[in-house]
């Protein structure tokens, strides 16, 4: 049962991350999201605050992995089309005011941020990794799929910061269609 009640709470915080921010986020959001008892915060999470963000961002990040190493394109096309595909959505939330919560951790509250930074570092370098194993296993060779890789994860990250202030997804869709005729260049 404890188990069960400190990852209803990571999931609360990932979701208040989005929404809210690391500044917005509250425990006693997470709590009500969660429906746990005030008692379990310090019981689960004895290092406060930062130490719920940076477990939330690490579960999102691992998530988010995951459903990387599920594309099955067999170019390096394929493989591009694929992450456009898996991050529209993600950026239409963006645009309707729900972020990313890795990047959410990279915007510390206080000066106390070296446990975020780092799990948001960690975070994205995994998502590249992923993305250049897919892109090598596609075809390209290590330096351009790492390159590339690095591209696709800018893409995401960063228009979702566009969108989400412009309230648009069209700076998604331009930087898409320009990420797409790189992948299509020879």
């Not at 990932?14 to 709590?31: H, I, K, N, W």
């Not at 390159?147 to 979702?160: D, F, I, M, N």
Request: glycine share 10%.
């Amino acid at each position: 049962m404890a188990k069960e009640t400190r990852g209803r709470m990571v999931d609360a915080a990932v979701d208040a991350l989005r929404e809210r921010g690391l500044q917005g986020m509250s425990f006693t959001d997470v709590l009500a999201r969660s429906g746990a008892a005030r008692g379990a915060i310090y019981h689960h999470f004895p290092g406060g605050k930062n130490q719920l963000a940076a477990e939330a961002a690490t579960r999102h990040g691992h998530e988010v992995r995951a459903r990387l190493a599920e594309f099955g394109a067999t170019d390096p096309m394929g493989v591009a089309a694929a992450f456009v595909d898996f991050a529209r959505p993600v950026v239409q939330a963006a645009a309707r005011g729900a972020g990313c919560a890795v990047a959410a951790v990279t915007v510390p509250a206080d000066e106390d941020d070296g446990e975020l930074c780092q799990a948001a570092a960690t975070t994205f370098a995994s998502w590249t990794e992923q993305l250049g194993r897919n892109l090598q296993d596609a075809g390209l060779p290590v330096t351009e799929a790492e390159e590339k890789a690095t591209l696709l994860v800018a893409l995401l990250e960063g228009t979702q910061v566009l969108c989400r202030a412009s309230g648009s997804t069209e700076p998604f869709e331009r930087a898409a269609r320009a990420a797409l005729a790189l992948f299509a260049a020879p």
